[in-house]
């Protein structure tokens, strides 16, 4: 079976690098949980008499919310994960899900820093409970295992915004 890997990172938009050092060690992660989980399988038999025909896509995209309640800033991450097998590209196996990841912050965030977070830090965070969810569901299903590949923040460093500003 083709080997998956992840997307490619967006790029982070227009923060310096002390801003989000400054950021990031002023958020406290509060709470990190499954938001939605999916199984849609419309060809198990090609999957299992087939899997070297069936090509792996995975997607990862992220959406916040900040605010502010009793005094606090607090921010609402939401990572979603879709990992689907395609044969002759249609779908014949979909799971998805989406983790939540709840933050205490000290001021509201702002795109260009969800941005930013959502590149680096957010996936460190939610990334290994996908990663559980797509091996653990895939052997539950009698399917191809589905392993994700080890996130490196060094590599999404290396390609954003905040690593052309500290060269």
Known sequence: MPESKLPDPAPTADVSEDEYLRFISEIKLAAVGMNHCEC??????????????VIPVFD???????????????????????FQFQYNE????????????DYLTTSQVSD???KAFSTILLPIQTIPYAREFFQSM???MNIPPITLPIFD???????????????
């Open 40 to 53: 849609i399988v419309k060809g198990r038999q090609v999957l299992n008499e087939s899997p070297d025909k």
């Open 60 to 82: 990862m995209r992220a959406q916040y919310v900040s605010y502010e309640a009793d005094g606090q800033w607090l921010m609402s991450a939401i990572q979603f994960f879709t």
């Open 90 to 101: 249609e779908p014949v196996l979909q799971l998805s899900c989406s983790y939540q990841a």
């Open 112 to 114: 260009a820093m969800f």
């Open 138 to 140: 895939s052997m539950r």
């Open 153 to 167: 923040p060094s590599e999404v460093a290396r390609q954003s915004v905040i690593a052309n500003t500290i060269q």
